[in-house]
C-alpha cells in the first residue's frame, strides 16, 4: 500500500466485556494500512477467545503471563512495523477517522507526535459526559508541568524514529504514559488535530488501589526526573512536585482518605 503502515498497541487483562467494541473500531478506520497488536496480559476470562476470533489478518495477537501494562506495551513495541504508532486501551474505541485525521498532521520532519481531542462518554457510550481538547504545542515542560494541555492519556499518534527504542518503564503501574511521554519528547515537534480521536469509557469500577497506585507512581516519576534527555530546570520540577500533591491530596480527600491526603501533601509519598 502506498499508506504509511501504521501499529496500533491494545494491552488487554480481562476486558471482555468491551474488547470486541474495541477491536471492530480498529477494523472500521478510514485508513486501512495498520496493524493492530494485541497483547493478552494473562486475562482469566474469554478476553483471549475473544482477540483471537478475529479472522483479519491485520491483527496480531500475542499472550504472556499477567506483567502489567508497561509490560504488555512493551512486547508490542518490540515487534511494532509501523512508520507510526499509536496506543488504544481495550475499554476505549477509536472513531472511524482517528488514525486518518492524526496522520495527515505530519505535515514536516520535525513533528513526532500527533495529538487530538478526546470525547469522554459513560460506560455504553450513549452518552458524551464532557471532552478534552489539546490546548498547547510546548510539549516538553508542559509534561512536567502537569499543565494539561497536551496531556490526557495514550492518545498520541508516534513517529517511529529510526533508530529509536521504545519502551515503558515497567516498574510504573500508573502514570507509564506520562512518563514515556516524558522520556521521548526530545525527539520532535508535538501538533493537535481539531478532530477527535478516542471515545474513552469513563468507568465506575475504579478501585482505591488505582488511586494509591497512581500517587505511587507520581512519586516514581518524579525521582526519574533528572535523567530525561532534556532534564527539566528547578522550576518545572517544583512545578511538578506541587501539582502532583495537590491533585492526588484532593483525590485522596474525594475518596475520604483524609490521612493518605495529609501524608502525600506534605511528604510525596503513602
Not at 520532519?109 to 481531542?117: K, L, N, Q, R, Y
Request: proline residues 3%; charged residues 25%; aromatic residues 10%.
Amino acid at each position: 500500500m502506498s499508506e504509511p503502515l501504521v501499529s496500533i498497541v491494545m494491552p488487554v487483562f480481562n476486558a471482555e466485556r468491551f474488547l470486541t467494541e474495541a477491536i471492530e473500531s480498529v477494523l472500521r478506520q478510514h485508513h486501512k494500512n495498520w496493524e493492530l497488536i494485541i497483547v493478552d496480559d494473562g486475562s482469566t476470562d474469554a478476553s483471549l477467545e475473544i482477540a483471537r476470533s478475529f479472522s483479519d489478518q491485520r491483527i496480531h495477537v500475542l499472550t504472556q503471563a499477567n506483567k502489567g501494562v508497561s509490560s504488555a506495551r512493551n512486547a508490542a513495541l518490540k515487534v511494532m512495523r509501523g512508520e507510526y504508532f499509536c496506543f488504544l486501551d481495550a475499554d476505549d474505541v477509536l472513531p472511524p477517522m482517528s488514525v486518518h485525521e492524526r496522520l495527515k498532521c505530519f505535515t514536516s520532519e520535525t513533528i513526532c507526535f500527533v495529538d487530538g481531542t478526546v470525547e469522554i462518554r459513560n460506560t455504553d457510550l450513549t452518552q458524551e459526559l464532557g471532552s478534552w481538547r489539546p490546548a498547547g504545542t510546548e510539549h516538553v515542560a508542559s509534561l512536567v508541568r502537569l499543565d494539561g494541555k497536551c496531556f490526557f492519556g495514550p492518545t498520541w499518534m508516534i513517529k517511529n524514529v529510526p533508530g529509536t527504542s521504545y519502551s515503558f518503564d515497567e516498574e510504573l503501574t500508573h502514570g507509564e504514559e506520562l512518563f514515556f511521554y516524558m522520556s521521548y519528547a526530545h525527539l520532535g515537534s508535538y501538533a493537535v488535530s481539531p478532530a477527535v480521536v478516542l471515545h474513552y469509557r469513563r468507568r465506575r469500577d475504579s478501585s482505591m488501589s488505582n488511586l494509591f497506585g497512581l500517587a505511587r507512581g507520581y512519586s516514581r516519576i518524579a525521582t526519574r526526573l533528572d535523567g530525561l534527555a532534556i532534564r527539566p530546570s528547578n522550576g518545572d520540577r517544583i512545578i511538578f512536585a506541587l501539582r502532583s500533591r495537590k491533585m492526588m491530596c484532593l483525590s485522596f480527600l474525594r475518596a475520604g482518605k483524609v490521612g493518605a491526603a495529609v501524608m502525600y501533601l506534605f511528604t510525596g509519598r503513602v
